[in-house]
């Protein structure tokens, strides 16, 4: 009977172990404490600094989601590279981006947001509603190849949740021509505004998803139906849709 109890008790600690080491240390919420070498900024920018980040808060969830306020609200799925120390983000909304610890401790969390502006996080306490995450909607996607995806799309449609066919139909025209021209050597030009920009793209997960990135900005697009003339695209883990054809509208 001791044996039996004591490789009981072994298993309890090996099970405990491993989910301790499943979980970054980092995992929690946190909010805005300070500027980042802030003794190296001058009076005026620090100020604007801490102004535009007094209410950013971070919760990083055992479970790989977060919830964060980066002067707006967002959340969705977060990853750790240990041997880089980043942390990619990748919103429900679609957009990806990274940051890099460059200190922690017990209490305090050091994020860059880029290499020149970093900010200080102070553990803070947990609320029962950051415990409810955001419902995601189980999307169809269809799986892609580059020869169809390699076509000039003009915008038809965008439909975004809560909006009114009518209201969908004005936020399309205001726009103006947009297009994405992706291109069999995974770059793309695209048009917005009349602003033409050029980025590269890839397939993610098994060729259903679309990553689309300008510099530092990465967008998640799942493949809803695609055929010779027309592409759909959902945007992120919304169900935010963008129709394309390739005739002009």
Avoid: C
């Avoid at 996607?141 to 975004?160: D, E, G, M, P």
């Avoid at 992706?182 to 060729?207: H, P």
Wanted: hydrophobic share 35%.
């Amino acid at each position: 009977m001791f044996k039996i109890k004591y490789l009981f008790s072994i298993l309890i600690f090996l099970s405990v172990s491993v989910k301790s080491q499943n979980a970054e240390p980092f995992t929690g919420k946190w909010k805005f404490k300070n500027i980042y070498h802030s003794e190296k900024i001058g009076s005026e920018e620090l100020k604007m600094l801490r102004l535009v980040f007094k209410d950013v808060t971070m919760y990083f969830k055992p479970n790989k989601h977060y919830k964060a306020f980066l002067l707006k609200n967002e959340e969705g799925n977060w990853s750790y590279n240990d041997t880089s120390r980043m942390i990619t983000l990748a919103a429900n909304k679609g957009t990806q981006s990274i940051m890099q610890i460059l200190d922690f401790s017990a209490d305090t969390l050091v994020l860059s947001i880029d290499k020149d502006k970093a900010f200080i996080l102070q553990r803070t306490k947990i609320d029962p509603a950051d415990d409810i995450e955001e419902p995601i909607s189980n999307i169809a996607v269809v799986n892609a190849t580059i020869s169809q995806i390699s076509k000039k799309w003009y915008l038809l449609k965008r439909v975004v949740p809560g909006r009114t066919e009518e209201q969908s139909k004005l936020a399309t025209e205001l726009v103006g021509e947009t297009y994405f021209h992706f291109k069999d050597d995974n770059t793309y030009e695209s048009q917005t505004l009349k602003i033409k920009s050029q980025g590269s793209w890839s397939f993610v997960a098994r060729n259903s998803t679309l990553l689309t990135t300008i510099e530092n900005t990465t967008l998640t697009w799942k493949i809803k139906a695609v055929n010779e003339h027309q592409l759909i695209l959902m945007r992120g883990n919304t169900e935010e849709t963008w129709t394309f054809s390739t005739k002009p509208n």
